[in-house]
């Protein structure tokens, strides 16, 4: 989308209508730097407006002045994707960040939230009532972008993912419409967000239902020594091959040179975690995840009774504001042998001390799911394999991201090439990855996209392009 400079009169136009806050490149007041600042320490853009919106009322009026001056857009809820699109260079970030506002029906079992919060947020309103729809694995996270992108997370084999609990969803088009979106109302729409990412406007707020979690459940994290990595991978496929469906489980194979955790002797040594836990009573997640503790002699057991909010939080430490990340993903067709030695080849030759490698249970409610009934890819996936660059200093920057790409394509052999699109890399593969991870239900994706933004105004996502013809004539129904 071509860039010029936006003249001050239709920037003093669009100030007097919005009323939230509206930061300039260059302004004075010091609140530039902090707005254009997002998780990843890699990302480093300088819109020229970011719209820091109170509510719909600003959405609206944001993606009618994006549209009508032709500005490139990026949509911030959480910032913490991985591939920084919350943030553009010179065009317009239209904020949701704070939209933070989460209401619980506990009788329904419902939650309405809006999509600048964040599953910090969305837990801290639900345990209050003992329920929970599944988020993600790091509680700074954002809905918005986990869920419209699918969202894998804690709960997942017993509930699914974050967008298999979703009754509705309410955005903002392209061409400034507000709709919303569930089973009885454009439909077609919302099994394009259940899955298919921001593609299709900008989402202000998403109903959620809730189950019956907490507050306490039993959690699984054992660390043993990097020499058992294969015997324990092997130990872990066959454990989740007839696990209950309550449970959930990763695996994070690296260095994790955490002091206060190991002994000494290990901080600095290969190691292997078993992270999750039992979506029911606390007596019966023990007794199940037992087994997982007692494959060899453990390096740490830190496992037991846990507060869901603090398994919720567990991992926010590890991944904190600023530092850099470049991460990709695959669906991996099972646990072979020769993918387990790949996988510990991988873990150890890592550049980065807090890099890892983890292999993701799936199934389960997971894979209950038709595609006819959400656009999410990757259902068929017993497992999924995420490479975590983590480092922090810019000089390593080649060597952590080569070392990913390095690896995705050694691991090629054992899956399909499809990807989870919360853990994209920088998106760098553009329409082929897109084409390749949806599969046949991709052309349908395009019709919607051709649809609600044939221009393509919302491209600073897991990007769905219209078709050429759409594009020519910007057709759409809600044009």
């Not at 345990?127 to 709960?155: D, K, N």
């Amino acid at each position: 989308m071509a860039q010029h400079v936006i003249p001050a009169k239709q920037i003093e136009r669009f100030e007097a209508e919005f009323h939230g806050d509206l930061i300039r490149a260059g302004s004075e007041d010091g609140d530039y730097d902090d707005a254009r600042s997002v998780w990843n320490g890699m990302i480093d853009k300088r819109p020229t407006l970011i719209a820091r919106c109170r509510g719909v009322g600003d959405v609206i009026s944001a993606v009618d002045f994006a549209r009508e001056n032709d500005l490139l857009v990026a949509v911030r809820g959480g910032g913490h994707n991985v591939a920084g699109t919350a943030v553009c260079d010179d065009g317009l970030v239209i904020d949701l960040s704070k939209m933070r506002g989460v209401w619980i029906d506990p009788d329904a079992r419902t939650a309405w939230v809006q999509a600048g919060a964040t599953w910090a947020d969305v837990d801290h309103e639900t345990q209050t009532f003992g329920l929970a729809t599944p988020g993600g694995a790091v509680s700074e996270t954002g809905v918005a972008g986990l869920t419209l992108g699918g969202g894998i997370g804690h709960l997942r084999c017993k509930y699914g993912l974050s967008c298999d609990n979703l009754a509705s969803v309410t955005l903002v088009t392209a061409d400034g419409e507000y709709l919303t979106a569930s089973e009885d109302e454009n439909p077609d729409l919302f099994w394009g967000l259940r899955g298919g990412g921001g593609n299709f406007g900008v989402v202000t707020g998403f109903e959620f239902d809730l189950h019956p979690v907490g507050p306490e459940v039993a959690i699984c994290l054992v660390f043993y020594s990097g020499d058992r990595m294969s015997e324990v991978l092997d130990a872990y496929r066959d454990y989740v091959a007839d696990a209950p469906l309550e449970v959930s489980l990763l695996t994070l194979s690296g260095v994790i040179p955490d002091e206060e955790l190991f002994p000494a002797d290990t901080v600095d040594e290969q190691k292997i975690a078993i992270a999750g836990c039992y979506a029911g009573s606390v007596a019966d997640g023990e007794r199940a995840l037992a087994p997982l503790r007692e494959i060899a002699e453990p390096i740490a057991d830190f496992s037991g009774p846990m507060p869901y909010v603090e398994l919720q939080r567990l991992f926010d430490e590890d991944y904190p504001d600023g530092m850099r990340y470049y991460w990709k993903s695959l669906y991996l067709d099972g646990l072979s042998a020769s993918a387990i030695d790949r996988i510990v080849y991988w873990s150890d030759v890592a550049p980065s001390p807090l890099s890892t490698v983890d292999v993701w249970q799936l199934g389960g409610a997971i894979a209950r799911v038709s595609v006819e009934d959400s656009a999410f890819a990757g259902r068929h996936a017993p497992f999924l394999l995420g490479v975590e660059a983590n480092w922090e200093r810019p000089e390593d920057d080649d060597a952590n991201v080569r070392w990913v790409r390095d690896c995705l394509d050694d691991m090629r052999q054992f899956s399909d090439g499809s990807v989870y699109l919360n853990f994209p890399g920088f998106l760098e593969e553009g329409d082929d990855m897109m084409r390749t991870t949806f599969g046949p239900t991709y052309e349908r994706l395009v019709a919607l996209k051709d649809e609600y933004d044939p221009t393509n105004l919302f491209s600073l996502n897991q990007n769905i392009t219209p078709s050429e013809s759409a594009r020519a004539d910007g057709r759409g129904c809600h044009e």
